[in-house]
């Protein structure tokens, strides 16, 4: 699936009085959920996560900063290859958007390190578009390592946690 085609799906979803959408086909798996009332008024105070979208239009000054941020994902996709190899798992982001560790800012957060995990267990939301998007654990384990910082604009692809399998 595309992104263009993920994109399309959470604007119609956005738009429709539907707060829940799930999809499944091919190994692709979506699932979006619309949170009402003060969710949507807090996730319009990180409207930034829009900005890094918009770059490729106005390439100039926001290439520096993407830039410098993608310096510490791979610093951290390099150790977390190197941990990988010794039994734990990467929980990755499926998309561009807001990396957030609890439901709403008054809540405590999903996991913390050492904490067990299930594999369909809610670890962290992905808000994109202002749809918050459940991210799952993947696979049972313990979470080794929190690779993001609340409200840290995340890439696609990019590790969110360390789970240890063993």
């Not at 999903?110 to 918050?132: H, N, P, S, T």
């Not at 390592?145 to 840290?152: A, N, P, Y």
């Amino acid at each position: 699936m595309k992104i263009q085609e993920i994109r399309e799906i959470i604007k119609l979803v956005d738009n429709s009085s539907i707060n829940e959408f799930k999809y499944e086909a091919e190994g692709v798996k979506i699932k979006l959920k619309k949170y009402g009332g003060a969710a949507t008024e807090s996730a319009a105070v990180p409207q930034p996560p829009a900005m890094p979208l918009t770059p490729q239009t106005p390439a100039a000054p926001a290439v520096p900063q993407p830039q410098a941020e993608e310096k510490k994902p791979a610093e951290q996709q390099a150790e977390a290859s190197e941990l990988t190899a010794e039994g734990t798992h990467k929980i990755l982001s499926p998309m561009v958007g807001t990396f957030y560790q609890s439901p709403s800012p008054d809540e405590p957060a999903y996991v913390q390190v050492g904490d067990k995990v299930k594999a369909d267990q809610v670890v962290c939301i992905v808000e994109a578009m202002k749809l918050f998007n459940e991210i799952e654990a993947e696979v049972d384990g313990e979470i080794a390592e929190i690779l993001v910082k609340d409200g840290q604009l995340v890439e696609y692809g990019q590790p969110l946690f360390l789970v240890k399998t063993n």
